[in-house]
Every structure is written in structure tokens, then in C-alpha cells.
């Protein structure tokens, strides 16, 4: 699929990027063109890839139209990262918040269509889900954009793909708590019930590449990942640690936060199939040529809603997870 194909990643240069970029190089592409603001993370990029030929770094910023369609001429296939993502950012910035994750989205999907690009992949997360805070809405605004791109008139499909969170992304709790334990030997934890949905960005970067390749354009493609307590999380870092007599304090939720996260709703559940072992696929409420027929034989979930609160992890599988992916 990606052979000789010239790719658009924006937000390229956040952990997402960076390991889809490093994937989608061993599948022979013509050129990547990775579009972000930061241009210090650029110029590290580029020195950590050997300033490899087929990689262009463009500065560049999803709200502002012009450039986005200068940046996407020629262009094949398009990944969209670029979002602010953290929940208290987001909260207290609504506005810059609507105007990258909902209007930069727009931009995305004109700059698509406007320069034929095939297919379109938007990255969303779980908290778009049944949105509680002002990420989690613009988010799910931005999945609402791109599924109803594909009833406007163009060559171009566009997909979703939701997950949860990846480890050792940007600002991941997994940094947080490692440099708490060996700075203050004390994590703050906002409740000691809460749980997330956590998987490796190799794993994430695999799986949404399944989803590129399979899906027809309309869907949201929901990744099936492993749950934990973000207690337990914290416990499994301080046995590895070796720090002694760390503490755990509770900080209480923050606004806009939720105890448990969820993949897919329970208004969604009427409309979701169970796609694999990996994924379930979120069929949209609106029509979309030749959608429902492509999904007419899988089956129907069964489950009310996908929440992170169920069959969590033990201390033992966090402790491998957090092995394979080299923070322990």
C-alpha cells in the first residue's frame, strides 16, 4: 500500500508520529512529509534518522489552511495526529482547543479532498467517547467531521481509529510516576480506583496500521486494549524502582476527568461489531454508501459499553507490559 506513496504526517514529530514514521519507512514509501510546530523536535528527529532522504520536515500548524494545502500536494495517503491532547490544557484553553482539534480537522479534510489524497486516517482516543471534558468533546467533533467526509463528493476516504493510552507517550503517566518516585519518592494519584486502557505505541502503531489497510471509509475502528488500575501501575514502578518507602498520596479527580474511560459508549454498542481478535468497528448513524452491506455479516457486540473498570490487569501482566516496552 505504502510502496513509492508520498505520506502526510501532522503532529508528526509527538510519540505517535515518531514511531509510525519509523514503521512506515521499512514499507518503502517515496517520501514522508512530517508536519508539526516544534521545530527543535524536528531537527533532533531528522539527526535520529540519519537525516534519511525520503523524510521532509515541514513547520507547520493544522489551523492555518494555506500551508496545510501547500504541505499536501501530491500526497497519497494522510495521517492525522495533530491535536492537543492533555485534559487540563484543554480545559483551561477551550478555545485553542476547538480551533486545533475541531477547525485544524477541517482543514485536514479540504486539504484531502482538494489534492485527491486516497484515504485519510484520523487518530481519536477514548475519551471521545461519552465526552466528559472539553479533549474529549473536540475530539469527538473531529470524528464527526471526518466520518461525514465521506459523503462529500471526492475520491478521498477517511477512517477512524480510537484508542486509549499508549505508554510512554508525550506527558504519559508512566514518566510522571518515574520521576516523582525518584525525585520526591511519592506519587500523587488522583483516585485509588481509577483505571485506564493502556498499550504499547508499537502495538498501537501495528494496529492502526490493520486499520488503514482494511477499512472501506466511515468507520471508527476501536482498538482492543488491556486495562489496569493506575494504582497497581504505580506499585509495579516502585517495586522496579528500587527507591525505598515511597508514598502514594490521593490528589482527588480533576475537572473533567473520569474514574473509569470507555471505547465505545453505550449509544454506540447499538451500532458496533465485533470486527477481530483487535478491533471493533463503530458504524456511523448516518448513510454511507455501501457501509452497512460491508458489515452485514459481522456480528453484533454484545457488550453494553467498553469500559476500562472490567477485567483488569494483575500486577504481574502490568509488570511484563511495562518490560516489553522498556520502562522497566
Known sequence: ?????????????????????????????????????????????????????????????????????????????????????????????????????????????????????????????????NPSNFYGFSKAMGERLIIHANTLKSNTTFVCVRGGNVLGTNGSVIHVFKNQIQNKAEIGITHLEMTRFFLTIEDAIKLLFKATYESRGGEIFVMKMPTCKIIDLAEVLIESSGVQNVKIREQGIRPGEKLHEILFSEY???????????????????????LNERYANFQPVTLKNYNSGEDVMTKAEIKAMLIKGGFI
Open 1 to 129: 500500500m505504502f510502496r513509492d506513496q508520498t505520506i502526510l504526517v501532522t503532529g508528526g514529530t509527538g510519540s505517535w508520529g515518531h514511531e509510525l514514521i519509523k514503521q512506515l519507512l521499512q514499507k518503502s514509501p517515496k517520501e514522508i512529509r512530517v508536519l508539526s510546530r516544534n521545530e527543535t523536535s524536528q531537527v533532533e528527529m531528522k539527526r535520529e534518522f540519519h537525516q534519511d532522504p525520503r523524510l521532509t520536515f515541514l513547520i507547520g500548524d493544522i489551523k492555518e489552511r494555506e500551508g496545510l494545502l501547500e504541505a499536501g500536494k501530491g500526497v497519497d495517503y494522510l495521517f492525522h495526529l495533530a491535536a492537543l491532547k492533555h485534559v487540563p490544557v484543554c480545559e483551561d484553553q477551550p478555545i485553542e482547543a476547538l480551533n486545533t482539534n475541531v477547525i485544524g480537522t477541517q482543514n485536514v479534510i479540504k486539504t484531502a479532498i482538494e489534492n485527491n489524497v486516497k484515504k485519510v486516517v484520523y487518530i481519536s482516543t477514548d475519551k471521545a467517547a
Open 268 to 290: 454506540e454498542s447499538q451500532s458496533t461489531v465485533y470486527y477481530d481478535k483487535e478491533y471493533f468497528v463503530i458504524l456511523p448513524a448516518i448513510k454511507i454508501t455501501g
